[in-house]
C-alpha cells in the first residue's frame, strides 16, 4: 500500500529496524541444523546477543513482548512507523511461536530425519530473510509490505 508514506527521522528509521530482532532471535532454534553445516552463519547470532541476556531472566522474553506490546504499539505519541513496524515483528514473532509449538508436538517425536531439517531450515530461512526485508525496508524509510502480516498488523495499528 502507497499511501502508507510518512517522513521518518533516522531515529524513527533505527527503532523501526531493530524490533525485527525479536522474532529473528526466536528462530534461532529452527536454525541449530544449518548452524551445525555452515558455521559462518552464527555470524547472525552477535545482534542478537542483548535479546540473549534478556531471555536469561525468567519470563524475559514475556515481559520484552508485552512492554513492546503495551508501551510502543498502543502509544500513540509513537509514530506510526515505529508501531506497524513493532506490531509487524510481534506478529511474525506469535507466528513462529505457534509453528514451533506445533513443529514439537508433531516432528520431535521422529527424531531428526530429512523432513524435520527441512521444515527447520524452511522455517528459519523464511524468518530470516523476512526480518532482513523489515530492516532493510524499515531503514529507507519504507513500511515493509509483507503479505497477510501487514494487513494484520495495520489493522491493530492505529493512525
Request: some cysteine.
Amino acid at each position: 500500500m502507497n499511501w502508507r508514506t510518512s517522513s521518518t527521522d533516522w531515529k524513527d528509521r533505527l527503532f523501526a529496524s531493530l524490533v525485527y530482532l525479536f522474532p529473528l532471535y526466536y528462530a534461532l532454534e529452527f536454525g541449530s541444523f544449518l548452524f551445525g553445516q555452515f558455521p559462518f552463519l552464527q555470524l547472525i547470532v552477535i545482534p542478537l546477543y542483548p535479546l540473549i541476556l534478556i531471555n536469561q531472566i525468567p519470563f524475559g522474553g514475556f515481559i520484552l513482548f508485552i512492554v513492546l506490546f503495551a508501551a510502543v504499539v498502543r502509544n500513540a505519541r509513537i509514530s506510526h512507523f515505529i508501531r506497524f513496524n513493532t506490531m509487524q515483528a510481534i506478529l511474525i514473532d506469535i507466528l513462529l511461536i505457534l509453528v514451533g509449538l506445533v513443529f514439537n508436538v508433531i516432528f520431535r517425536g521422529l527424531g531428526t530425519s530429512l523432513l524435520t531439517e527441512t521444515i527447520s531450515n524452511a522455517l528459519f530461512l523464511g524468518t530470516l530473510v523476512a526480518c532482513c526485508y523489515g530492516i532493510f525496508q524499515s531503514a529507507s524509510g519504507k513500511y515493509a509490505e509483507m503479505p497477510t502480516i501487514s494487513e494484520a498488523a495495520y489493522s491493530q495499528v492505529p493512525w
